[in-house]
C-alpha cells in the first residue's frame, strides 16, 4: 500500500509561487508515474501535470504548461509541484496520485491508483 501526504499549500498573493511536495511512505513509489490534479469549489477534478518513474519524462496539458513544473526526488520518495505566477483562479485543493508507468502517462483520474488527501491552495487577488 502506498499513502501519499501533500504539503505546502496555504495562501499566496496573485502573482506569487508556491512549492507542493508529496511525500510517499509504505512502499517506494519509484516505479509508479507520479500526477498532480487539483479541485476547485464546485468543479471536476482537473489534470495538472505527470512524469514518468525515471524523471525523464513529463506532460502537462496547456492549461498550465509554462506556469507549472512537476519533478521528483526518488531517493526521498517524493514529488514537487513548482507552480508560479498563481491566480486567483488556481484557487483549489491540490492532489497528488501514483499510477501505472507504461505506454502513454496517466492523465485522469481513474488511471490513478493512489491517492493523497489534498492540501489546499488559496491565491488572493
Known amino acids: 500500500q502506498v499513502h501519499l501526504e501533500e504539503s505546502g499549500g496555504g495562501l499566496v498573493q496573485a502573482g506569487g509561487s508556491l512549492r507542493l511536495s508529496c511525500a510517499a511512505s509504505?512502499?517506494?513509489?519509484?516505479?509508479?508515474?507520479m500526477g498532480w490534479f487539483r479541485r476547485a469549489p464546485g468543479q471536476e477534478r482537473e489534470f495538472l501535470s505527470v512524469i514518468s518513474a525515471s524523471g525523464e519524462r513529463t506532460y502537462y496539458p496547456d492549461s498550465v504548461k509554462g506556469q507549472f513544473t512537476i519533478s521528483r526526488d526518488s531517493a526521498k520518495n517524493a514529488v514537487y509541484l513548482q507552480m508560479n505566477n498563481l491566480k486567483p483562479e488556481d484557487t483549489a485543493v491540490y492532489y497528488c496520485?501514483?499510477?501505472?508507468?507504461?505506454?502513454?502517462?496517466?492523465?485522469?483520474?481513474?488511471?490513478?491508483?493512489?491517492w493523497g488527501q489534498g492540501t489546499q491552495v488559496t491565491i488572493s487577488s
Open positions: 509504505g512502499r517506494t513509489v519509484s516505479s509508479y508515474a
Open positions: 496520485a501514483a499510477g501505472p508507468n507504461w505506454g502513454l502517462l496517466p492523465r485522469t483520474v481513474s488511471d490513478y491508483w493512489y
